[in-house]
């Protein structure tokens, strides 16, 4: 008996040692979160803390769930900490996360925090929004936020992160927003990320992501919403699994490498499919765009030509596929698209006539189809886009005259641009009623006749420039032209007047009459 007593205890030593080796956690206390909470604010720099944290102290304990920025739950415990915008400066080093186990949100977004994100902030897991937005961290992304298995929204844009999305965020089942935008993060979209299939809104513009665009993504993706990756470095094809994701209304991807065909995948050609949901509402796969529900693809390697069925998404607002190599004719819209307020689709190869039914667009406000093929005339009906603020129909193929219609685009402000086509006849007074207009370029053509008179009255005209055509006679005295530079008129032999670089018109004429009346003796 003696001896089966003695030996218990030995048998028992090694886990008993095992015991006091691992961590210990305290429950967690209102005391215990305070002191965390206080121990962080001291060491925000520089000293003393912003006044908006006055209220973090230790004599303050009882009332801590009115602290600045602090939820509790009904049991007195921190479950949410929100201090965007709040001034802060300094790190997250000395925040001690393991003390607040029923922290939900933690939203330090807007504000001048730096230096790295804690590995330790993988152990908030009751964590569902992370918002560390608009700072200054750096380095890595924790691999360890991929514990947070409840993260519901996870906002990092606009901050200094290096390296690579990690493959762990794809234990984050639940994530439904996630923002990377603005950082300098490489490397390729991880596969994992397609186990995101409540995924609404991914952002990770302005990266330096490289690789190509897998199928699963747009696969798993089924409640995408927004998807902006522009100013990266992705190439390869867009897969036509694009077309599954029939909710998604912001499809942002300019500046990227995707080459290939239009409308069959984004590198042979974009997916047929991509329009099959009709909720696209912003596509951009190139150019800056401020619009919402919008659809770019600029400055990528899109060939092929524009699908005609982007004209059935009748919410679609903006239009942008400039700086791609684009051919074919410009489709026919069919009047679903009367939404619209821009459309541009500059730097292509398009060619053919410009499709009278763009007159149908009555609420457009920019139409750039510039430095493309077109050809024929300029189609009347563009005098129905009434609510047109700037018009360039520059270096195209056009010819014929203007129509007369186009001086009833009353709205025309920032620009009308018909310049390096063949356009002909003489320039319409009635361009005169373009009041607000600030910018009237018609250089490079074969306009002929003389400058109307009535164009000075055009208050609003800052720049004019009408070079290179056969103009003559006498350029009007107005302000207008009387300041505007030589380079202005150059180009028209037969033009004079008190303008630099131009003969006064009293010596050319009477030179010329005398050459005449020699002639007729």
């Known amino acids: 008996m003696t001896k089966s007593t003695a030996t218990c205890p030995l048998f028992l030593f090694p886990f008993l040692c095992l015991l006091f080796l691992l961590p210990f956690q305290a429950s967690p206390s209102p005391t215990t979160e305070a002191q965390a909470l206080v121990k962080w604010k001291n060491s925000l720099s520089p000293p003393p803390p912003p006044p908006s944290l006055s209220s973090w102290s230790l004599t303050n304990i009882p009332h801590l769930c009115n602290w600045t920025g602090i939820a509790c739950n009904g049991g007195g415990l921190v479950t949410g900490i929100g201090l965007s915008g709040s001034s802060l400066n300094g790190t997250l080093d000395a925040l001690d996360f393991t003390s607040f186990p029923n922290l939900t949100r933690f939203d330090v977004s807007n504000n001048n925090l730096k230096g790295p994100i804690p590995s330790s902030i993988g152990n908030l897991s009751q964590l569902r929004f992370l918002e560390l937005a608009v700072n200054f961290f750096e380095g890595a992304i924790p691999r360890s936020i991929g514990q947070l298995i409840k993260l519901e929204k996870l906002d990092l844009r606009l901050n200094k992160l290096t390296s690579s999305i990690p493959s762990e965020f794809g234990l984050c089942s639940n994530l439904t927003y996630l923002a990377l935008a603005k950082n300098s993060i490489s ?190 005339s300029i189609p009347d009906e563009l005098a129905n886009c009434k609510n047109l603020l700037s018009l360039n129909l520059s270096n195209n193929n056009l010819s014929g005259v203007i129509p007369p219609e186009l001086g009833n685009l009353f709205a025309l402000q920032i620009l009308l641009d018909l310049s390096h086509n063949s356009l002909a006849g003489s320039i319409l007074s009635n361009l005169a009623k373009l009041t607000k207009l600030e910018n009237l370029n018609l250089s490079h053509n074969n306009f002929s006749g003389t400058i109307p008179t009535v164009l000075s009255s055009m208050s609003s005209l800052g720049s004019i420039d009408l070079s290179d055509n056969k103009l003559m006679g006498a350029v009007p005295s107005g302000r207008l032209f009387q300041q505007a530079p030589e380079s202005a008129f150059i180009g028209n032999p037969g033009l004079c007047g008190n303008v630099t670089g131009l003969s006064p018109c009293g010596t050319s004429n009477k030179s010329t009459d005398q050459r005449k009346r020699f002639w007729l003796v």
């Open 187 to 376: 490397g390729e979209l991880p596969l994992s990320l397609s186990n995101l299939v409540r995924l609404s809104l991914f952002r990770a513009s302005h990266n330096r992501l490289s690789g190509e665009l897998l199928p699963d993504f747009f696969t798993n993706w089924t409640e995408l919403v927004s998807l902006k990756l522009q100013s990266n470095f992705i190439s390869g094809q867009i897969p036509p699994e694009i077309g599954s994701l029939t909710k998604l209304n912001h499809l942002s991807m300019y500046n990227n490498s995707l080459s290939g065909l239009f409308l069959r995948s984004f590198t042979g050609e974009l997916p047929p499919d991509l329009c099959s949901g009709f909720a696209l509402r912003y596509l951009m796969i190139k150019g800056t765009n401020s619009l919402g529900r919008c659809l770019t693809i600029n400055g990528n390697k899109i060939a092929g030509c524009i699908p005609p069925e982007l004209g059935k998404l009748s919410q679609l607002r903006a239009l942008t596929f400039y700086s791609n190599d684009l051919t074919g004719k410009i489709p026919r819209r069919d009047g679903k698209s009367r939404e619209l307020l821009s459309l541009n689709l500059s730097n292509n190869h398009l060619a053919g006539d410009i499709p009278i039914s763009l007159g149908n667009l009555s609420k457009l406000n920019y139409l750039d189809l510039s430095k493309n093929a077109l050809s024929g």
